[in-house]
């Protein structure tokens, strides 16, 4: 089976759905996940979750490096820390505290082009990029990113979408790289994805050891973000959560369910990402051709039941 390089940058341990991306890219086995730069706050913590699930995978391969280890927002999106907290960092081989620089190693080393899924604020990536510019040609980049005609909850204005605003000056830096090649999928397309209650039944259902874990993570999160009523004891989800970042993960290998337009982008000083005819031209998610196709994907790659070849 032909295997397709990829890194992940993220900032998993906030909103649950990095932990659900993460586990997309394991159950896709022609995706060769080489590398693992966490991102944003305390990115030792971070790289604990990931090292945890790819040592529970078996997946030691890929190396877990904690970018930037204390920036500004210190304990703020540490939601997984019950999952996570007796885990020893240590005993995962291939981990390093240096992981902006093995990143730019690691790309740097790499024969062709490889991809690289962005799927939090970006800081270390920034840093990255501002250390060796040159990377940028070598990386196919794929994020979650913006908002340009709708905002969160499918309001009809954008907003400064987190993963932009909360870094405005790195978020330049990257939308201004000189990728290889570039796409995002902004709120106007991964802001509708949330599985219902028959297709998150599936997972609920579905025996598998990543899909029990993905369902532990994310009831340790919802019993912390819940937005409705908190009783003593929640009862369990009927749905997930909205899942932006498995959307970045899809377009890592095929724009299949989406509409795709080449829009030219800046981020404004108030962490806006807008249309410019100055701008980097990126391939944006503009719209969904089959929403429902894609949560069915989703599932059906989660639990096993898609296609073992791309």
């Not at 960092?89 to 740097?108: C, D, H, W």
């Not at 979650?144 to 000056?169: C, I, Q, R, W």
């Not at 201004?176 to 397309?189: C, E, G, K, Q």
Request: one cysteine or more; charged letters at 25%.
């Amino acid at each position: 089976m032909k295997t397709k390089p990829l890194y992940l940058q993220t900032d998993i341990g906030g909103d649950v759905d990095d932990f659900w991306a993460l586990a997309m890219i394991l159950k896709q086995p022609w995706l060769d996940l080489k590398m693992i730069l966490t991102d944003t706050g305390n990115t030792i913590y971070r790289s604990a979750i990931c090292a945890k699930l790819l040592q529970m995978a078996g997946r030691e391969s890929t190396v877990v490096g904690a970018g930037i280890a204390e920036w500004p927002l210190g304990r703020h999106g540490m939601s997984h820390l019950d999952w996570v907290a007796d885990y020893p960092l240590a005993s995962y081989p291939n981990y390093t505290q240096n992981g902006i620089e093995k990143f730019v190693e690691m790309v740097r080393a790499e024969p062709e082009p490889v991809t690289l899924v962005a799927i939090g604020p970006v800081p270390s990536l920034a840093a990255a990029l501002r250390m060796a510019p040159d990377i940028a040609r070598k990386i196919d980049f794929a994020g979650m990113f913006g908002s340009l005609h709708l905002g969160y909850g499918g309001k009809p204005v954008p907003d400064p979408e987190y993963n932009v605003y909360l870094d405005v000056e790195a978020s330049k830096t990257v939308f201004s790289a000189d990728w290889h090649s570039a796409a995002i999928t902004p709120l106007d397309t991964c802001g509708f994805v949330k599985l219902d209650k028959a297709l998150y039944g599936e997972i609920l259902a579905c025996g598998d050891w990543l899909t029990k874990t993905v369902v532990e993570v994310f009831e340790i999160w919802r019993r912390l973000y819940d937005d409705g009523p908190k009783p003593p004891k929640l009862p369990p989800a009927e749905e997930s959560s909205v899942l932006y970042d498995t959307v970045a993960v899809h377009m890592a290998t095929t724009h299949e369910f989406l509409e795709m337009e080449e829009i030219p982008l800046v981020v404004d000083d108030k962490g806006f990402t807008r249309p410019d005819p100055s701008g980097r031209p990126f391939m944006v998610a503009t719209a969904w051709k089959d929403l429902p196709g894609y949560e069915r994907f989703l599932v059906d790659t989660l639990t096993g039941k898609a296609p073992q070849k791309p």
